[in-house]
């Protein structure tokens, strides 16, 4: 699976903002997001990064992941590892250059992990239903369901019900000639 690759320019002159990291990621996902930043200088000019790449996310259960990046034709690039995607839930990340005058945070964003289901993906052959067809299947079940015999409440029936009923579980109907009916 090629990474999804995330750029963002970092502007040297003004602080790092968080972002909302848009879309979905899921537990069992690996080394699924890069996140490449580019500097950009005070007057809106390229400016190539240069220095060591960190970045530390902190997931749902509170556990912090440290990584290494590293720099790539003059910008910063991180790819999350496999312990980030292990807990659903929210996580936030930041992303750190360090060079010889220090380290500077370059990057923030705050995202959602989502539980996956098996990690298996669908084959060709395998059908998704629709909304439709599922609601039409619970529909479908309800009116079974309200037809159902219940063995524990009294019933209203038909002739015609009882007469299937006794037929379903063998009974036949006999009569001792005074018009009183037994079932056997």
């Not at 749902?60 to 290494?68: E, F, R």
């Amino acid at each position: 699976m090629e990474p999804i690759i995330i750029e963002r320019t970092w502007k040297k002159t003004t602080t790092v903002m968080i972002e909302l990291l848009p879309g979905t990621a899921f537990t069992e996902e690996n080394k699924a997001h890069t996140f490449r930043i580019r500097g950009e200088g005070p007057d809106g000019e390229e400016l190539p990064l240069s220095g060591s790449v960190m970045g530390k996310l902190i997931r749902a259960d509170g556990v912090s992941i440290d990584m290494d990046g590293s720099v790539q034709s003059g910008a910063a690039e991180l790819t999350l590892v496999a312990d980030c995607y292990n807990v659903p839930g929210q996580f936030t990340l930041t992303i750190y250059l360090s060079s010889s005058s220090g380290s500077v945070a370059i990057y923030a964003a705050v995202g959602n992990i989502h539980r996956g289901t098996t990690g298996n993906e669908l084959d060709s052959g395998t059908h998704v239903p629709s909304l439709q067809e599922l609601t039409d299947a619970y529909q479908g079940a309800l009116t079974v369901l309200n037809k159902a015999v219940l063995y524990a409440e009294s019933q209203q029936l038909t002739a015609a019900q009882m007469a299937q009923a006794r037929a379903n579980i063998g009974l036949t109907a006999r009569d001792d000639g005074s018009g009183n009916i037994t079932f056997v």
